[in-house]
């Protein structure tokens, strides 16, 4: 297995592992922001690296946060800064939709480029598809900011089958963003076999399952995997019984409980990259490690036995949110 792979025919090379900065803005409970900014640093004393970030993500605080991180030691020129745009949100935090019409594409690009300190975005891409603009309208303004050099390359964000093709028409597209994990195998019977196709790569989030097939819980109401199916009720209690043969598994095999789940999916998908979310040093050192140690084809076999897509209940989001997801149509 290579330590590089490339974002589809046209993006640029990176290490096969990507480093996701959500939880540093508080998603999964109280940050630190000292501890995140070493471990960005910590990230690009490799390179080139996938460095993902959301505008939303702690409504700019993560942007402001890489920013940060990244000033000074030749540190930009080892970043591929990977951006969401277009979730909405209100002063409370609450979620209040999603615009991607040109000009709120023009907007959220510049006020992205400001809070990153950067002159150009490498991947730039819609969080969700808009239900109310059409893909092309959306791509369209983000061709006319790779024109006009503020980006460098067009991504997108959990969108089908039918969305990808009608971007890729307008403008080659890099890289899409898709959840996978051991718990989340859904992009394996179409979506993947058409970036295949298509020569367009892929940066897979959500490896861990949000921390669940590591082993990890919920700290609180404000970590809002407290609200997610596969964390509460009936459903938290048959996974984690999955989880304990994992954990089990893994202990067996010589690797922590992370490392296994992250092998895995460097081992199902070597093309893509896995995007790791880390908040400390000791967790981006523990996803390393899984590139280290590949799994051999009878671990992997082993590994799907115990832990088949259909051992896992619950899904992923809400059923509100589920039911905006394009990628799941």
């Known amino acids: 297995m290579t330590n590089t792979t490339k974002l589809g025919a046209t993006g640029p090379e990176v290490l096969s592992i990507g480093l996701g900065c959500m939880g540093m803005s508080g998603m999964y409970g109280a940050t630190d922001d000292a501890e995140s900014i070493r471990t960005i640093h910590a990230a690009l004393e490799r390179a080139p690296m996938l460095i993902d970030t959301g505008d939303f993500y702690g409504m700019g605080h993560n942007e402001m946060l890489i920013g940060r991180a990244l000033a000074g030691g030749g540190r930009r020129e080892r970043a591929v800064i990977s951006v969401k745009f277009g979730a909405l949100r209100a002063p409370d935090g609450r979620w209040i939709g999603v615009d991607t019409r040109p000009a709120a594409v023009a907007t959220f690009a510049a006020y992205s480029l400001k809070r990153l300190g950067v002159e150009v975005i490498d991947v730039y891409r819609p969080a969700r598809l808009d239900p109310s603009v059409p893909i092309e309208e959306t791509i ?141 040093r000791a967790q981006w050192d523990d996803a390393l490690a899984a590139m280290a140690k590949p799994l051999s084809k009878d671990e992997l076999a082993a590994l799907e036995r115990i832990a088949p897509a259909s051992a896992f209940e619950g899904e992923r989001y809400q059923p509100a949110q589920m039911a905006h997801l394009d990628s799941e149509r």
């Open 140 to 280: 369209g303004a983000i061709a006319d900011l790779v024109k006009a050099g503020y980006v460098r390359h067009v991504g997108l964000s959990e969108v089908g089958v039918d969305t990808i093709r009608r971007a890729h028409a307008v403008h080659p597209i890099a890289d899409l963003q898709i959840e996978y994990s051991l718990a989340s195998r859904g992009p394996e019977r179409a979506i993947f076999p058409a970036l295949e196709e298509l020569g367009i790569g892929a940066t897979l989030y959500g490896v861990l399952s949000r921390g669940l097939l590591a082993g990890s819980k919920p700290t609180g109401s404000s970590d809002f995997r407290a609200h997610l199916p596969r964390f509460t009720g009936d459903a938290r209690e048959k996974n984690e019984t999955v989880v304990d043969a994992l954990r089990t598994f893994a202990q067996e095999s010589g690797r922590t409980p992370g490392q296994l789940v992250i092998a895995w999916a460097l081992a199902k998908q070597p093309r893509l990259v896995t995007l790791v979310g880390a908040k400390t």
